[in-house]
């Protein structure tokens, strides 16, 4: 993608999701404008296999912006980082199209995993102030994580997830109720076992994502070497 359509589409994003800019060379001001087109070089450089140059390059965008996004981390279309000052992306994650996120968001691993530690948003998920998502598990799409929440496990589609540690406080349209003040609301053993498959079916398929495409790299990387 050139630069100018990079720019343009930057705007249309910036515009959308964000009252307060007044005129499109705004966007240029935008640390989310700056970080994004340096992981977009960083992570070309990452591919490549040119780990030094490309953590330059990420480094030096958070001195400029105070947002780090490791060179690794594979991002889709329309992400918009608003403030941003304190966004930490971890080398894992993975990252869907539309993605919103708030200063001081993590998208960080326990410390506790190997392989895959970062969490996987998918398409259009919102990441509210201050919030933290630890861990490799899944938010689906369309999801929002309220500020200063800490999430540490699986997130359906659709749903609201505030507090320490997160729970699901909004499903769709409806409203959850809390668990501990509720006596009427009891919890329902089906609806948690279709969640659970849900969760299942998510975690093959990403699997087989991952499966196809080393499967994939192997058979450029064999095509090249013949
Ligand atoms: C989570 C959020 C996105 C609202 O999502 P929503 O689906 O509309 O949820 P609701 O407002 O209906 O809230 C659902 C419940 O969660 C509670 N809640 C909402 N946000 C919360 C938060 N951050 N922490 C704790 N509880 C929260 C609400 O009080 C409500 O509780 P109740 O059911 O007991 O009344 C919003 O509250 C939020 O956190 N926005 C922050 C956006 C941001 O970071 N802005 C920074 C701009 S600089």
Redesign the pocket.
């Known amino acids: 993608m050139g630069i100018i359509s990079y720019i343009r589409d930057e705007i249309a994003v910036v515009r959308d999701r964000d009252p307060a800019i007044k005129s499109g060379m705004e966007v240029l001001l935008y640390p989310s404008f700056k970080v994004i087109l340096h992981y977009r070089l960083a992570h070309k450089l990452f591919l490549k296999k040119h780990y030094f140059l490309a953590r330059w390059i990420s480094q030096r965008a958070v001195r400029k912006t105070g947002i780090e996004i490791h060179p690794g981390a594979q991002i889709g279309k329309g992400l918009f980082i608003?403030?941003g000052s304190g966004v930490i992306i971890g080398e894992t994650a993975i990252l869907g199209d539309n993605v919103t996120l708030?200063q001081g968001v993590t998208l960080g691993g326990t410390g506790k995993e190997q392989g895959k530690r970062h969490p996987t948003l998918e398409d259009n998920v919102?990441v509210?102030?201050g919030a933290k998502v630890l861990g490799s598990f899944t938010v689906g799409r369309n999801s929002?994580i309220?500020?200063?929440?800490v999430v540490i496990e699986e997130v359906p589609p659709n749903c609201?997830v505030?507090?320490v540690p997160g729970r699901v406080?909004?499903m769709g349209d409806q409203?959850l109720p809390?668990a501990e003040l509720d006596q009427i609301h009891l919890p329902d053993p089906v609806l948690n076992d279709i969640r659970e498959l849900q969760a299942d079916n998510r975690r093959l398929k990403r699997k087989l994502d991952e499966l196809e495409k080393k499967i994939n790299k192997e058979e450029v990387e064999t095509n090249e070497s013949i």
């Open positions: 608003d403030h708030y919102m509210s102030a929002k309220g500020a200063g929440s609201t505030v507090g406080v909004r409203k809390r």
